[in-house]
Nanobody
């Protein structure tokens, strides 16, 4: 099993920045890809960004390209999401996820999830 714990959410004004962290523990050697997703009430969970754990290649949703950056620190088993130029429409609960297979943008393919962290962007 893999356990994931997110941190770094909060309230920020539009145009501001936040950095989310996700620390993995347990069978971390089995992780091949990690992703960030977000969800607002009444809507399906949405892909934000993902990273291949070993070689670091990344994928981004079009809505966050150029504003968000996903990265990882293998020595700390931690993945980060740097969010810049935040917009009110980025308001959501952000979830970290992990899987042992190749990088994916589909939330249902990730078996391991964190508890989520709230990001609120005020206008």
């Amino acid at each position: 099993q893999v356990q994931l714990v997110e941190s770094g959410g909060g309230l920020v004004q539009a145009g501001g920045s936040l950095r989310l962290s996700c620390a993995a523990s347990g069978r971390t050697f089995s992780i091949n890809a990690m992703g960030w997703f977000r969800q607002v009430p009444g809507k399906e969970r949405e892909f934000v960004a993902a990273i291949r754990w070993s070689i670091g290649n990344t994928r981004y949703a079009d809505s966050v390209k150029g504003r968000f950056t996903i990265s990882r620190d293998n020595t700390k088993n931690t993945v980060y999401l740097q969010m810049n130029s935040l917009k009110p429409e980025d308001t959501a609960v952000y979830y970290c996820a992990a899987r042992s297979d190749f990088l994916s943008t589909t939330w249902s393919t990730y078996p391991y999830w964190g508890q989520g962290t709230q990001v609120t962007v005020s206008s």
